[in-house]
């Protein structure tokens, strides 16, 4: 399994950006469709978004879409969560993940159980 720690959390006001980094060793992340994950106090873990293997195909939670980016280095093996335009419900604890399966088709809903290897959190804290 790949080994993720992820870096960028902070305190931002709302409207404010954020880079979160996610950087992979133990594993080649050419290999892996890459997923962030969120999980606010007392609320179940989320999807956030997800990018494949090759980079050339991402896919958005609805609460994210426009305002979040992701992006994959495969040569640095690093995946990135560009989070623009910032609202407090943003903030939480986020997750970087990877998937040595294939991709899942487009449109299809993101669980957890999709991804093998898991970070250790950074936190993301937006104040109103």
């Known amino acids: 399994q790949v080994h993720l720690v992820e870096s960028g959390g902070g305190l931002v006001e709302t409207g404010g950006s954020l880079r979160l980094s996610c950087a992979g060793s133990?594993?080649?992340?050419?290999?892996?469709?890459m997923g962030w994950f969120r999980q606010a106090p007392g609320k179940e873990r989320e999807f956030v978004a997800t990018i494949s293997r090759s980079a050339g195909i991402t896919y958005y939670a609805d609460s994210v879409k426009g305002r979040f980016t992701i992006s994959k280095n495969n040569a640095e093996n690093t995946v990135y969560l560009q989070m623009n335009s910032l609202k407090p419900e943003d903030t939480a604890v986020y997750y970087c993940a990877a998937r040595s399966k294939p991709w899942k088709f487009t449109g299809s809903v993101w669980y957890q159980s999709d991804f093998d290897s898991w970070g250790q959190g950074t936190q993301v804290t937006v104040s109103s």
């Open positions: 133990g594993g080649t992340f050419s290999s892996y469709v």
